[in-house]
């Protein structure tokens, strides 16, 4: 089984929709994180979670919000969704060990579609 | 600020070739260095990564050497192989943040 799942993989909605994507993990990482790919631009982080009480604004955090309901769980939100917010989504996890490198695992990705 | 930059893609190569693919970096302080790689379909999986000056990061035949006084990190591979399609990416961390470079596509013809 993967260590960082996404849901739902694909999605197609329509503007001024409210949107969920989710993402859990079983690697028991306190770090989780949300990023947006386009093409050209690479990946860009929207927002991180470093535990269930703590959240912080990335990078492109305007028109979203996110939930850590658990260790394991981090959700991305859009209020309300337009067309510029199409985009493949990742969400990914890190221990956060300061001795570490702190690498960054990723989950298969959320394809979102805004029309 | 804190920053990646690699060659814009895509790269086309022949089986066997050699291959390099440029990073540079700006960062403040002493990053962390890593490449990850996207296959089709897929997220990204580190590759190597590297954590301190003159060191090398190696994986699957890839290589990459840690320069601090040119601030790079290239990827190499000596032979690629069809399996080697993918996108790469370059990236860093420096404190509690990562920065990733906007990938670099490389497709391996037979």
């Known amino acids: 089984d993967a260590d960082v799942t996404q849901t739902p993989r694909n999605r197609i909605t329509k503007t001024g929709k409210r949107i969920m994507l989710e993402c859990s993990q079983t690697?028991?990482?306190?770090?989780m994180y949300w990023y947006r790919q386009d093409p050209g631009l690479g990946l860009r982080l929207i927002y991180y979670s470093f535990d269930v009480k703590d959240i912080n604004k990335g990078e492109i955090s305007d028109g979203y919000s996110v939930s850590r309901q658990a260790q394991a769980k981090f959700s991305l939100s859009l209020e309300s969704a337009i067309p510029n917010q199409t985009a493949l989504y990742f969400c990914?996890?890190?221990?956060?060990?300061?001795?570490?490198?702190?690498?960054?695992?990723f989950g298969p990705g959320t394809r979102l579609t805004v029309l | 600020g804190d920053s990646v930059t690699q060659m814009e893609g895509p790269v086309t190569l022949s089986e066997e070739a050699f291959l390099t693919i440029n990073c540079t970096y700006t960062?403040?302080?002493?990053?962390?260095l890593f490449w990850y790689v996207q296959y089709p379909g897929e997220g990204l999986q580190l590759l190597l990564k590297a954590t301190k000056a003159d060191d090398k990061g190696s994986n699957k035949g890839f290589e990459a050497t840690y320069r601090k006084e040119t601030t790079s990190f290239h990827l190499e591979k000596g032979s690629v192989q069809v399996s080697d399609s993918a996108v790469y990416f370059c990236a860093l961390r420096m404190g509690n943040q990562f920065y990733f470079g906007t990938g670099t596509s490389l497709t391996v013809i037979p």
């Open positions: 690697k028991g990482h306190d770090r």
């Open positions: 990914a996890t890190s221990d956060g060990t300061p001795s570490s490198t702190d690498t960054q695992y």
């Open positions: 960062a403040t302080g002493y990053p962390s």
